[in-house]
């Protein structure tokens, strides 16, 4: 079994023999790094900065206490799979102090967009940043989380600027590597549903020697952003130099390949299941089969503990997560019946996800059904939905918007904090 305390941390560190220089359509224009224009260059965290190259999009920044415009700090730009611009500025603060770095996240890059626009605003940030703020040019890097993560890593590697990218809760394609010199941290929680991606991404990078100095953390917990300690690991490697000693490398080399074999037996098990069941997840229209299949998982995993039990934790996890995507695919192509189903299933292998309750509700919606789409948002705020604003926005809920129990909803849910 793989003990873990607050972090499990395991990394390989390859030799770097050389790179493919980026194209230069891919800097950012019009940069005058002699002559910065320091905007609310005040210590902590300013929200809404507009960009000037392009108004539609805008970001917050964290300035370290150490900040001053005389010199020159390293900039992490942070990209969130659902908007909340502000959480990775809050959870990491104090790193940023620590290793006397700028912090930035969009407000605008979320799950769902196409990769020219990730590029657009991912370009328009860094441009208004570095005329805006004191930034070492040369000491640029990105981090994301989930869909967000992938978005880090295409423009950590379309951008000449970017030297490292930290992959939270995502898997990659290791090749996409192969033409830029890189450092690369993946983080992953042991119940996170992405980490055996994660892994085999990993596996990729040390098994087929893709020239990048990598280091692969786990830590306790599930598909999240990392908890501060991970993040301060991931950070300490890439500003550091000590990838580039070749005693380090050979530990890590061994200590790859012992956790490799203490994770293969699990890992593989978890394919087989992961594999099965998403087949069965589409060809089984049965509530009653995959009742008896649910129970099956938790009782095996209420009766073990460790690796075991985090690997079903994983593989319901991957079942929450098809069960969403497909209720979502459904309710936006008007198949009710689909949506129905699937929602019922997500239900059912993710009771406690407010998620499930707030889509129920939405299909009731269209369905004309009042009564029934207000009691599964009240659902869905006793389960700590928080996203007021999309609920009072919601176009299918206009209709019940000053009915006097839809105010009552919306009054009790308390706000995602992330953004406030």
Not at 281 to 296: A, C, P, Q, R, Y
Not at 315 to 328: A, E, K, M, P, R
Request: hydrophobic letters at 40%.
């Amino acid at each position: 079994m793989i003990k873990l305390t607050n972090v499990f941390l395991f990394f390989i560190i390859l030799a770097v023999v050389g790179c493919t220089a980026s194209n230069s359509s891919n800097t950012p224009q019009n940069i005058d790094s002699t002559n910065t224009i320091a905007v609310k260059a005040v210590p902590g965290i300013t929200g809404n900065i507009i960009c000037d190259n392009n108004a539609k999009y805008s970001y917050k920044i964290y300035l370290p206490s150490s900040y001053t415009s005389s010199k020159k700090f390293a900039l992490v730009m942070m990209f969130d799979a659902h908007k909340r611009s502000k959480l990775p500025l809050k959870l990491y603060n104090k790193l940023a102090d620590k290793y006397q770095y700028i912090l930035v996240c969009s407000d605008q890059a979320e799950n769902g967009l196409n990769i020219e626009e990730y590029r657009s605003i991912g370009n328009a940030i860094l441009t208004d940043v570095f005329s805006k703020f004191s930034v070492d040019t040369n000491e640029v890097y990105t981090c994301g989380f989930s869909g967000g993560a992938r978005v880090a890593a295409d423009f950590a590697i379309y951008n000449t600027h970017v030297k490292s990218v930290i992959m939270n809760s995502a898997g990659f394609d290791p090749l996409m590597f192969n033409n830029k010199q890189i450092n690369l941290v993946g983080l992953g929680g042991i119940d996170d549903f992405n980490l055996f991606e994660m892994y085999q991404s990993f596996q990729g990078i040390f098994y087929n020697k893709v020239h990048q100095p990598s280091l692969f953390l786990m830590f306790n917990g599930k598909h999240d952003w990392a908890p501060e300690i991970s993040m301060d690991l991931a950070f300490d490697f890439i500003f550091s130099k000590t990838q580039k000693n070749n005693n380090t490398a050979n530990e890590a080399d061994e200590e790859f390949a012992r956790i490799t074999q203490e994770l293969k037996p699990t890992f593989q098990e978890e394919n087989i299941l992961r594999n099965v069941y998403i087949d069965k997840l589409m060809n089984i229209i049965d509530i009653e089969w995959w009742t008896k299949e649910v129970n099956s998982i938790n009782a095996k995993s209420n009766v073990c503990s460790g690796d075991k039990k985090a690997m079903y934790n994983r593989v319901l996890g991957i079942l929450s997560l098809y069960c969403y995507s497909n209720t979502q695919a459904a309710i936006k192509s008007e198949q009710i019946d689909k949506a129905v189903y699937f929602s019922k299933l997500y239900q059912l292998i993710d009771p406690l996800n407010a998620e499930w309750a707030y889509l129920q509700a939405l299909i009731a919606a269209k369905k004309n059904e009042k009564n029934a789409c207000l009691n599964l948002l009240e659902t869905a705020a006793q389960l700590k939905f928080n996203d007021r604003a999309r609920m009072t926005n919601q176009p299918e809920f206009s209709r019940f918007r000053n009915d006097s129990k839809f105010v009552q909803i919306t009054n009790t849910i308390v706000a995602d904090t992330a953004n406030n």
